[in-house]
């Protein structure tokens, strides 16, 4: 359970995110959906504690983001982001693994393993088990890194996953893959899911609640089906009406 | 499995070695030091030092001149490797050397300042002091290229080496200016540190090395795992609970620590940081917690072994060893940036 108070966050005077509210509840998969440069990104990083927001306040669970240590928030989030280059020849297990650095005192070296074993057949990624990551093409990066994310929150229930445009390198089939494995585990282990997407489609038939957020404001938080429409699609992205209809009037507008 | 699969994945005779390659490593310098120290000008056979039947003279060479300087060489090869390693990690790039990008010339800026301002100094004082002050100079170095390497908004590689070019550039011609100020025997010391050799190896110059290099080299050690999730990038790492600033810190203190102590009793000896790591990597993978100790072995074999050649192939004369390792690290080099360019790692 996420709660965002009134979040302000400016960059050199220049306000991103303005008086933003907005909560987010275990066993939903939540999009936060707008145009390029609308303050996406920049929202998921003050709710991941990875930004200070200059006014207001988030909370995980009740208490404060800030009065959490570094340790007992990377038990309770875990976070994937967009590019994540690596410069020398890990192997994805070793990757993979990783992810479970915030049990690396108290688990054994073999139960870790074994649990970035079971993620990257999660993902469809356990033959790329022994590859160098660097090796990897851009969309199997982006699963094996999907893998290190689900094995920091392995064994956690209700934590929150934060995934930052997590379908972007994927071909068709994975897309597919990973949203059902986002509902299915969200589903399962009550999770709060937050998805910063660029995909409306996706967003419209594989999430279950959506924001919007437009030079900085947000609106929406209602349901995905009802709130993703040609209409909306159309205001917040500044699209004439004609290319929202021909886009996404057919299946979405119903 | 594709023949690209084959390729890049770690052949299995190289995972079983990796178990025992640090044993493995350790009895191979042990070798290397017993042969080292039997060579040179007065020989003293293997066969006399394992049996202990030395003649007083022998003795003498060996205790005085020929140990103290296979263990200095065997530190601060230890020590370079070890800070190339770890500096490659913090900046997550294999073409981090302490030498390439101006960590040690500005310590041996620092030093000659020492030398020609505060006059000769030895023993442990003034061995102490040089240390210090070469500290100092790596860390100021280290300071000032991560900041201009950050200047783009995210660590950019292209700076950091651009920033080392600058950095060396300005040390190279603070030495100079150096060099034009001091008299002839701040000269013949400053010329010694500039090329770097371990020929004025005392067990003075190896027991101050060695109280700098090993606690810092430990800590480096220890802290392997969170320098291994760093590779990731800061904030994943930050996302993973490692408290990265702190982190940091100390990797760059404890280079900065081997760095200077290596450079205050050897002068600048380049590539063997660049080098090592990257044998390691090729043969026994990334992982900074094999990395760190096996290249410690690894820098001080191959130091020592340079250092054997440099002090036997010219005798009775002798030549710097940070010529030779140079020589050999130059085009090293070189042929790591072609494969980096050809997008093996993608700068």
Partial sequence: MIDAENIVYSIGGQRILAYVYATFRPGDVTAILGPNGAGKSTLLKCLTGALKPDEGRVSLDGKDLRHYSLTELSRRRAVLSQANPISFPFTAHEVVVMGRNPYSLEKTTASNAEIADEALTLVDAWHLRDRSYPSLSGGEQQRVQFARVLSQIWEQEEACLFLDEPTSALDLKHQHQLMDLVQKLCREKNLTVIIVMHDLNLAHHCTDRCFFIREGWIQGGGESKKLITADTISDIFDLPKKYAAMRFGMDLAG | ?347
């Fill in chain 2, 1 to 347: 499995m594709s023949l690209l699969d084959k390729a890049v994945c770690t052949p299995f005779f190289l995972k079983r070695i990796k178990f025992s390659a640090l044993p493995l490593l350790g009895l191979l310098l042990l070798a290397v030091a017993l042969v080292s120290a039997s060579i040179g000008a007065v020989s003293i056979p293997l066969s006399d030092i394992l049996g202990g039947s030395l003649a007083d003279q022998q003795l003498a060479v060996l205790n005085s001149i020929r140990l103290p300087r296979v263990v200095l060489a065997v530190i601060v090869g230890g020590a370079l490797a070890v800070s190339g390693a770890a500096m490659q990690g913090l900046f997550r790039n294999p073409l981090a050397d302490p030498g390439l990008i101006g960590i040690s010339t500005s310590a041996a800026l620092a030093v000659a300042i020492v030398i020609v301002l505060a006059g000769p100094i030895v023993g442990y004082f003034g061995l102490y002091a040089m240390s210090i002050a070469a500290f100092g100079g790596a860390l100021g170095a280290c300071f000032v290229i991560f900041r201009f390497a950050k200047l783009t908004g995210t660590f950019s590689v292209t700076y950091m080496l651009l920033t080392g070019i600058a950095i060396n550039a300005l040390s190279a011609a603070g030495v100079g200016f150096l060099t034009f100020l001091s008299d002839d025997q701040q000269l013949r010391t400053l010329t010694f540190w500039t090329m770097g050799s371990l020929g004025g190896a005392l067990w003075v110059s190896v027991i101050v090395a060695a109280t700098i290099i090993i606690p810092s080299a430990l800590i480096l050690v220890k802290n392997a795992r969170e320098l291994n999730v760093l590779l990731l990038g800061e904030s994943e790492a930050r996302y993973l609970g490692v408290d990265v600033e702190r982190l940091k810190r100390r990797i760059i203190i404890c280079t900065a620590l081997s760095v200077g102590a290596a450079i205050s009793v050897s002068g600048i000896i380049g590539f063997v940081g660049l080098v090592v790591p990257h044998l390691i990597r090729l043969t026994l993978g990334p992982d900074h917690r094999l990395l760190i100790p096996a290249s410690a072995f690894l820098g001080a074999i191959l130091l020592l072994l340079a250092d054997t050649v440099a002090r036997t192939v010219v005798a009775p004369a002798e030549m710097p060893v940070g010529i030779l390792t140079s020589m050999i690290g130059g085009p090293f080099f070189l042929w790591l940036l072609m494969k980096q360019f050809s997008g093996r790692f993608g700068l």
